[in-house]
């Protein structure tokens, strides 16, 4: 069973859904972000997204945003990705990479596979490309054992949610509503729609994430799909208070929001 | 092309998922579009009665005494309605937006032109408009914003990255994949995904054909070259599209080469450039070892921009097309001399296309008694916006001057302040 499948298959068992836990590597800075993803594991992060800082982050919103050019402002380097990566294995979350393509292509797509792959990643979710365009990457992936994560949006056709879910490997990121990445006050409905059309295609675990912030949320999306996925909210955590109090206070809330 | 919406390696679609429904929406509008009589006469029409096509040739006999001898042509984009060639898009995307049912169009500007050219459409057709401008280029182009706000729409100033165009387009696509459902977003220049590098330079092909059938009719002959600046590359392809298939005819791009070639300090892609993926499209970027976009420089606005459309680095790689840098130097006395010689202000972005044209003509080698070549080139822009950053340029106006005069402006009724006559 691969780090994925097994932890899906743990959370099932326990009759929950995973938390999934995004940061971004480097923000603050390096130290504080190898420091805070070990909170998020030990907090209840079943699977910690660590994030790629970008200079062009077309589908984060400002919160995102502003954290990844902190991070690169303070000098964040591409091979210091396997080290958060690194960290997460070993605090015992399972790593997955976020990142949009530029920075992968420029590292070679192979070189990344194989790099991550031995830093005890488990796959990538890759916000700008499509399978359409994946074809290196999913050959990369697949070569290293790591799964290519895809999203899926309200707006996908049934054609498109059939290729995309064909395409991912692990789980698949269920976009919940049109948009960019940030804090919202509600679910909405488009998100259970979505899970429920996902559904009736593939076996796949399905994860939901953009705008979840509370363990209201999490426990409420719980209730409908395999996974809840937080951002935004574990950035602001890590922002307003580097010393991560805040932020273990938040992954507990959210943990336990998942399991209700 | 290898496949739809494929320059060779280059275009294709990288974009979020939630777009693509969008973007397939978009083809297949475009589609329909060309292939309805009805659609194309209007658009035929708007151009004509509205924007003031064609456009003129003009012979600038004064300039070219500075370009080894050549007989210089210059197509006439600035004297289209708003002032450049985006109008010939904007319309196009426009008559589309409403086609498609959507009721509001958004936008990136850099120098505004293309920001203003959508403002103007919008109130044409009714639309809401809002346009995304990088917060940098708000204060160069500060003429530019209030003529869209004149028009009715909302100017967003974009403060996140490096606060230019680039940005502008990052925040254009986050309004777009929230309000895809009733929002076109109405892309400036021939890169981003799918379809919009073709459809871009289809609706400028325009420019191409009118000035091919002018130069044969003045000249009796095909051009020796053709010279256009390359920001995002629309200007460029519109008026290169007519010649792809002539191969005595050079065509001949310029980039911004701004200070010099430093890492940050220029937006010369194919000089200081490698492929890479950027808003979209799979083209030439330039970027650091780890693949973030680098800081770019220019004194215009409108060629300040990373990457570069993706058709434009298939042309680059296959050799049909020669781009090179010319930098803020070379750009401004290119843009003092048409100004001196020929009584025409021209955009900053144009007057990179007038340097390299000086230098390609005195790079021409030919003997006396041989017909002198002729270049033609695309005058994409006029340069009313670039009035004050010419002015400082120049030192016409002291800082000192320019303070007080703002001053004033600020402190004065709006009636005693316009109140000088016209
Ligand atoms: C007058 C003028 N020329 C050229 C450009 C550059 O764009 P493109 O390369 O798409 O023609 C601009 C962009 O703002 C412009 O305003």
Not at chain 2, 338 to 347: D, F, K, V, W
């Amino acid at each position: 069973m691969s780090p994925l499948e097994e932890v899906f298959s743990r959370c099932r068992d326990e009759g929950r859904a995973a938390l999934v836990a995004y940061l971004p590597a480097g923000y603050p800075d390096l130290a504080t972000s190898v420091a805070a993803v070990r909170v998020l594991a030990e907090a209840g992060a079943d699977i910690v997204e660590v994030g790629v800082p970008y200079t062009d982050p077309l589908m984060d919103g400002p919160v995102v945003e502003r954290a990844a050019t902190a991070a690169l402002k303070n000098g964040f380097r591409l091979s210091q990705l396997f080290d958060v990566v690194r960290a997460v294995a070993e605090a015992g979350a399972v790593p997955v990479v976020m990142a949009y393509w530029n920075p992968v292509l420029r590292y070679g797509p192979d070189r990344f596979a194989a790099d991550l792959a031995a830093a005890g990643g488990a796959g990538l979710i890759t916000p700008d490309l499509i399978p359409d365009e994946a074809g290196a990457w999913r050959a990369a992936a697949d070569e290293h054992g790591l799964a290519p994560i895809f999203l899926v949006a309200p707006s996908s056709t049934d054609e498109r949610l059939r290729t995309t879910v064909e395409a991912c490997r692990g789980f698949v990121y269920v976009a919940a509503t049109m948009g960019v990445t940030g804090v919202r006050s509600s679910v909405g409905a488009s998100a259970r729609t979505l899970v429920e059309r996902t559904r009736s295609l593939t076996d796949l675990p399905l994860c939901v994430g953009l705008g979840l912030s509370t363990g209201d949320q999490a426990a409420e999306v719980a209730a409908f799909a395999d996974g809840a996925i937080v951002g935004s909210a574990l950035v602001r955590a890590v922002g307003e208070d580097p010393t991560l109090g805040r932020l273990r206070e938040l992954t507990q809330e959210l943990a336990e929001g998942v399991r209700r | 092309m290898s496949a739809p919406g494929r320059f060779g390696a280059f275009g294709g679609r990288y974009v979020p998922e939630a777009l693509v429904a969008a973007l397939e929406e978009l083809e297949g509008a475009w589609t329909d579009a060309v292939a309805d009589p009805k659609f194309v006469a209007e658009l035929d029409q708007l151009q004509r009665d509205y924007t003031g096509r064609p456009s003129p040739l003009t012979e600038v006999r004064r300039f070219a005494e500075h370009a080894g001898g050549a007989r210089v042509f210059l197509k006439r984009e600035d004297l289209n309605h708003t002032g450049s060639h985006k109008i010939n898009n904007v319309l196009g995307q426009a008559l589309l937006t409403v086609r498609m049912g959507k009721r509001r169009v958004i936008a990136e500007t850099g120098a505004g032109q293309h920001g203003v050219a959508t403002a103007t459409a919008a109130a044409l057709m009714g639309l809401d408009c809002t346009v995304y401008m990088g917060e940098v280029d708000t204060r160069r182009q500060a003429l530019n914003v209030a003529r869209m706000r004149l028009l009715g729409a909302e100017v967003v100033p974009v403060a996140t990255g490096s606060a230019t165009l680039k940005d502008a387009i990052n925040e254009a696509m986050r309004d777009w994949v929230t309000n895809v459902e009733g929002t076109h977003y109405l892309l400036g220049t021939v890169t981003g995904p799918h379809p919009f590098p073709s459809m871009v330079r289809d609706f400028h092909s325009v420019i191409g054909r009118e000035a091919r059938e002018q130069v044969l009719e003045r000249v009796g002959r095909l051009p020796d070259a053709v010279c256009a600046c390359v920001g995002g590359g629309s200007n460029a392809i519109g008026i290169f599209s007519a010649f792809l298939d002539d191969p005595a005819v050079r065509l001949h791009g310029y980039e911004a080469g701004g200070e010099g070639i430093a890492p940050g300090r220029h937006a010369s892609r194919f000089s200081g450039g490698v492929p890479g993926v950027l808003h979209g499209a799979a083209t030439y970027v330039l970027q650091d070892e780890d693949g973030q976009t680098m800081e770019t420089h220019s004194v215009s606005a409108g060629l300040d921009y990373p990457s570069v459309g993706p058709e434009h680095a298939f042309l680059h790689d296959s050799g049909r097309v020669t781009y090179e840098p010319v930098t803020d130097d070379e750009a401004m006395d290119a843009f003092a001399l048409l100004c001196r010689t020929e009584g025409i202000i021209p955009a900053i972005e144009s007057a990179h296309a007038l340097a390299g044209t000086l230098r390609l003509g005195q790079a021409m080698a030919r003997d006396a008694n041989e017909e002198p070549p002729v270049l033609l080139v695309n005058l994409s822009g006029r340069g009313d916006k670039d009035v004050d950053t010419a002015a400082r340029w120049f030192g016409l106006v002291d800082g000192q001057d320019l303070v007080e005069a703002e001053q004033l402006k600020a402190d004065e009724p709006v009636a005693e302040a316009e109140g000088s006559g016209w």
